[in-house]
């Protein structure tokens, strides 16, 4: 699922001290998991950068279905969530 990019910085913050920076995805992969690991979460700070990552695209994967099952659907909008 392509999930929005504000949705990955949004959901960093569940794993990282700092969120990913806007040019994050600019950045080499040297750079980013140089990121992800010294902004690492004291839970997660032992998992290797790339497992970061994944914690956090599947953060903003399940957050991104959810808003398209819930928020935006026609009967919550009225306010029954």
Known sequence: ???NFKLLQA???NFLTTQIPDNFLDLDEFQQYQFLSTHAWQPVENLSPDNIWQL??????TMST???QYVQAPHMRSGIL
């Not at 956090?56 to 994967?61: C, L, M, N, Y």
């Open 56 to 61: 956090i695209e599947s953060s903003a994967d």
């Open 66 to 68: 959810f808003f398209q």
């Open 1 to 3: 699922m392509a999930t």
């Open 11 to 13: 959901c960093s913050n």
